[in-house]
């Protein structure tokens, strides 16, 4: 079992930047890959960024490469999601989420844990 709890959000202008933590708990963190989402308004949940479990490997959206960098530290059980030059388009909210390696990395169904989510609000 793990349990994630994102840290970080809130309300920032145009061009800003914010810093998103995702801490797990849980003795088997370095086994996961790790991903995080995002969901606006009337939207469906989708992929942000992905990193494998031993953090060689990232993965991004179109959206938002060059833009954000997904990182992790393995013995502090925390993975960030660093977001720079924010859009107004980039406002939702954000989950992290651990999941197996070897399955399709964009699909939410994939992922077995789940934090809570939190506001990240992008103002123009």
């Known amino acids: 079992q793990v349990q994630l709890v994102e840290s970080g959000g809130g309300l920032v202008q145009a061009g800003g930047s914010l810093r998103l933590s995702c801490a797990a708990s849980?003795?088997?963190?370095?086994?996961?890959?790790m991903g995080w989402f995002r969901q606006a308004p009337g939207k469906e949940r989708e992929f942000v960024a992905a990193?494998?479990?031993?953090?060689?490997?990232?993965y991004y959206a179109d959206s938002v490469k060059g833009r954000f960098t997904i990182f992790r530290d393995n013995a502090k059980n925390t993975v960030y999601l660093q977001m720079n030059s924010l859009k107004p388009e980039d406002t939702a909210v954000y989950y992290c989420?651990?999941?197996?390696?070897?399955?399709?990395?964009?699909?939410?169904?994939?992922?077995?844990?789940w934090g809570q989510g939190i506001q990240v609000t992008v103002s123009s």
């Open positions: 849980g003795r088997t963190f370095s086994a996961y890959r």
């Open positions: 990193i494998s479990a031993s953090g060689d490997i990232r």
């Open positions: 989420a651990a999941g197996p390696s070897g399955l399709a990395y964009v699909v939410p169904e994939n992922y077995n844990y």
